[in-house]
């Protein structure tokens, strides 16, 4: 049984950064070969995916709007995965999902999990919370 528990959400003002994390257990070849990602969903609007990573070959696919501010990484001695995000806006306010799926993924199929029509993402943990302030 795999579980995702991610932290290190928070509130920050505008132009602030935080790095979430996702502690991966229950299956060790999860960071071999999988689509590993942060999703993101804001009240009253559609659940998206931001930031995904291929863990086979690291591999790495961002959504427009975070491009350049955020930046996914994984530590598979650790399984952990992060999201650093920096300068930070109000609209990134949302809950912050870390995800997995696709194993033995190819790049195509990560870079498909990238915005509103995402699928095949068959782990997920409970959230964490990132609240930006003007």
């Known amino acids: 049984q795999v579980q995702l528990v991610e932290s290190g959400g928070g509130s920050v003002q505008v132009g602030g950064s935080l790095r979430l994390s996702c502690a991966a257990s229950?299956?060790?070849?999860?960071?071999?070969?999988?689509?590993m990602g942060w999703f993101r969903q804001a009240p009253g609007r559609q659940r998206e995916g931001v930031a995904i990573?291929?863990?086979?070959?690291?591999?790495?696919f961002y959504a427009n709007s975070v491009k350049g501010r955020f930046t996914i990484s994984q530590d598979s001695a650790k399984n952990t995965l992060y999201l650093e995000m920096n300068d930070l806006k109000v609209e990134d306010s949302a809950t912050y999902y870390c995800?997995?799926?696709?194993?033995?993924?190819?790049?195509?199929?990560?870079?498909?999990?990238?915005?509103?029509?995402?699928?095949?993402?068959?782990?997920w943990g409970q959230g964490t919370p990132v609240s930006v302030s003007s």
């Open positions: 995800a997995a799926g696709w194993p033995g993924a190819a790049d195509s199929d990560c870079a498909k999990q990238i915005g509103l029509a995402f699928y095949g993402m068959d782990y």
């Open positions: 990573i291929n863990t086979g070959g690291g591999t790495t």
């Open positions: 229950g299956y060790k070849y999860i960071y071999r070969g999988h689509c």
